[in-house]
């Protein structure tokens, strides 16, 4: 359809590009955090870690396996407090080589750890202080180790620095390295305000050295000015943006979270800013706006998915030129008898482009009647019912052949048109939107939204995206509900219907859900149920039985 075909030239020339020629701003770096260390972790106390294990081989049929494990894991850790959680430390050093890394172990008592190790053949000696040494086997470098604070401080003594590191003046509490409330199964901390800025400077000097080759040896070859402005102008700000990273951020998180009653897993990174800097200003910001598409998912929802993202300002002022430009220019590559038509296409996108805002959402809904899935996806688009227009323009210059595939006016939604197409090639009977899926497309003032599925299901799934409203949420979110979805993956992976009902009974939750969240710090989540685990394993089975 020679209507469809004019979106391409739009879209794609917009985004064949990449930030002013001057030079980056030289940051000032604050004064280095020496009250933490530059990496903190923390390990789940080892009594739970077994209660974990047992959780998860019992989840993939493994029980026996574990319970196998245990007489020789069991003498290995009597010495050990189980209820403390573990931890390891490191201080960076301005060179990187010269880190040193700290080992805490809680132990039970110090005659119970020592009567361990000679167990185990390692032989520790005591020296000045109550600094013992050992090296175990085949280890080129001996450890150092002491006990304080019901824990063993343990080093590897490959550094002039790591002597010092464990010295009695030196070391880290457990309070002061393990977060307060963190229940999590693993969690490690960057501290990046703790490290040397004289490793930031060398990290600092490398990015405008690499900015410096990319606009001499990249950059200076695009014959188009605008082009090369805009590529120019993000250059800059993606490496003032990585600045900014390494100047004002105070720390980085990654967790991973297993909690056997709720049996849910989680994977996690939050970032958090120095007060009172760019960085903290930016992501204060983000998700303050609203999202058409954080309103679009419902009940009968498979897979969502939704976003609201702007182009920085920098961008945006070297983006419009370029934009007025392809405006201006585009529409002359098209054929002599389409350029009217894309012209005005590109004319109707330019309030859009320019608004540097990109808001949508999508959705996947079903199964249906027989076990096909529907898709809507809704696009935030100034002043969208001019796109309608020239619909209808397209539509009455098309041959007879061509009428066919499109009923225009094929339902309405109030005083919104719905129109429904054939959508070529899509006669699998496998295919996840049925063998006859059509398309459906409506435009209102704001907003263009498409549905692919079986046609019923197509245009009720347009309807209700007319009906969607701007609202709050996150960044980003996508959410998928294994039961739903099951159905649907049946056609192309048998099996996976027995697999969702074994591993997510009712009660179960089966959704997998990941969401990115601006405010006092970034955060970024990935959560599901446990129960993921025993899903992947039942469909590898079903594949290897087929």
């Keep these: 359809m020679r209507f469809m075909k004019l979106w391409a030239p739009a879209i794609v020339g917009v985004f064949v590009s990449l930030s002013s020629a001057s030079a980056l701003p030289v940051p000032k770096l604050p004064p280095e955090a020496t009250d933490k260390p530059s990496i903190a972790v923390r390990v789940r106390p080892i009594g739970e870690l077994l209660k974990d294990a047992a959780y998860i081989a019992k989840m993939v049929g493994q029980e026996e396996v574990f319970e196998g494990m245990k007489p020789g894991i069991d003498p290995m850790i009597e010495c ?102 963190d229940a999590s199964l693993f969690s490690v901390t960057f501290n990046v305000d703790a490290l040397p800025n004289e490793l930031k400077r060398k990290v600092l000097t490398g990015l405008e050295d690499g900015v410096r080759d990319v606009r001499t040896d990249k950059l200076a070859q695009e014959k188009n000015p605008l082009v090369r402005a805009f590529a120019e102008t993000m250059l800059e700000e993606v490496a003032t943006k990585v600045q900014s990273l390494i100047v004002d951020t105070q720390a980085v998180t990654l967790r991973v979270d297993l909690d056997r009653v709720k049996e849910d897993v989680g994977l996690s990174m939050n970032l958090t800013p120095r007060p009172n800097t760019n960085l903290a200003s930016e992501l204060a910001t983000l998700g303050l706006g609203k999202s058409l598409g954080a309103g679009l998912a419902t009940p ?14 920098a961008m945006k002022k070297a983006l419009d030129p370029l934009i007025d430009d392809f405006v201006a220019q585009g529409w002359k590559k098209a054929k002599a008898d389409e350029q009217p038509y894309a012209k005005e296409l590109l004319e109707i996108l330019a309030p859009t482009l320019k608004a540097g805002i990109l808001d949508f ?17 809704i696009v935030a688009v100034k002043e969208a019912d001019k796109l309608e227009a020239l619909v209808r323009k397209v539509y009455g210059v098309l041959s007879e052949e061509e009428k ?69 949420g996150p960044v980003m979110e996508g959410v998928a509900a294994i039961r739903r979805f099951a159905p649907v993956m049946e056609k192309k992976d048998p099996g996976s219907v027995a697999a969702a009902k074994k591993a997510y009974p009712p009660g179960i939750n089966d959704e997998y859900r990941v969401t990115v969240i601006g405010g006092q710090s970034l955060d970024v989540r990935f959560t599901s149920s446990a129960r993921i685990i025993q899903f992947g394993m039942l469909l590898e089975q079903a594949r290897r039985n087929r």
């Design 404 to 472: 066919k595939d499109i009923k225009l006016d094929a339902d309405k939604a109030g005083a919104v048109a719905v129109h429904v197409f054939t959508i070529k090639d899509r006669h699998d009977e496998n295919d996840i939107f049925g063998p006859n899926a059509k398309g459906a497309v409506a435009f209102r003032k704001d907003a263009v939204v498409f549905a692919i599925g079986p046609v019923a299901d197509a245009i009720a799934a347009v309807k209700s995206g007319l009906e969607t409203t701007p609202k709050s």
């Design 361 to 377: 959402g999508a959705d996947f809904r079903g199964p249906t009647a027989n076990d096909n899935a529907a898709m809507v996806v």
């Design 300 to 313: 009968t929802s498979m897979i969502s998915l939704f976003g609201n993202a702007a182009v920085p300002a």
């Design 80 to 181: 050990l407090d189980l209820r403390k959680a573990v931890g390891f430390y490191a201080k960076i050093g301005p060179m990187g080589v010269d880190s040193h890394g700290v080992l805490m172990l809680p132990v039970k008592n110090q005659k119970d750890f020592l009567a361990t190790l000679a167990l185990l053949n390692v032989v520790a000696t005591e020296g000045q202080g109550g600094l013992f040494t050992m090296t175990p086997p085949g280890s080129p470098f001996p450890v150092l180790f002491r006990f304080a604070n019901g824990y063993v401080y343990a080093t590897v003594r490959n550094t002039p620095e790591a002597e010092a590191g464990i010295a009695l003046g030196k070391l880290y509490a457990p309070e002061a390295i393990f977060k307060q409330g």
